[in-house]
């Protein structure tokens, strides 16, 4: 059983296209993030949500929107895409929303914007 | 700016051989854990260390959190194929309990 699913695995679209990536987790966790890891490999927090309740949204352009329709779907769409929002993008979910709440990943979606 | 440094940013060995790498700040965390990720896959958590000076062991995984909880080690003792990947460590900082990344080391170990 898949704990944290998010789909599509790869995707590709031309600048100014609107996309939305879904995630599900079927770990009953009560918080879920979006996370962006540049080509250097470098994570960096988006978004979270405890419970459907927006916790942590970093300084990302207002393109980028997360969804939580229940606290089990975490769907990110992005509006506009630019060249630099290439990236593999990575939603998690945790069974708290203490920071040192161990994190479970999914596989990523690569984003190719050309 | 950079807050959690790891080091070396790469490193490729071959089978057998020892290796520590090496995550550190000038801020200090109230906890920090490490993260294996392998390719096409996302990051698996390996252990989390709260305590100045504790030492965890993961078979051939030695975890050290540093006395002041500004750093943390990681060491490998005769690596093995299996072990290449992306090694992340996190930290979350005791002034404002914020999470953050460090940007990885690349580990390959060839047979």
Known sequence: ?114 | TQLLEQSPQFLSIQEGENLTVYCNSSSVFSSLQWYRQEPGEGPVLLVTVVTGGEVKKLKRLTFQFGDARKDSSLHITAAQPGDTGLYLCAGVLESNYQLIWGAGTKLIIKP
């Open chain 1, 1 to 114: 059983d898949t704990a944290v699913s998010q789909t599509p695995k790869y995707l590709v679209t031309q600048m100014g296209n609107d996309k939305s990536i879904k995630c599900e987790q079927n770990l009953g966790h009560d918080t879920m993030y979006w996370y962006k890891q540049d080509s250097k490999k470098f994570l960096k927090i988006m978004f979270s949500y405890n419970n459907k309740e927006l916790i942590i949204n970093e300084t990302v352009p207002n393109r980028f929107s997360p969804k939580s329709p229940d606290k089990a779907h975490l769907n990110l769409h992005i509006n506009s895409l630019e060249l630099g929002d290439s990236a593999v993008y990575f939603c998690a979910s945790s069974l708290y929303r203490a920071p040192n709440t161990e994190a479970f990943f999914g596989q990523g979606t690569r984003l190719t914007v050309v």
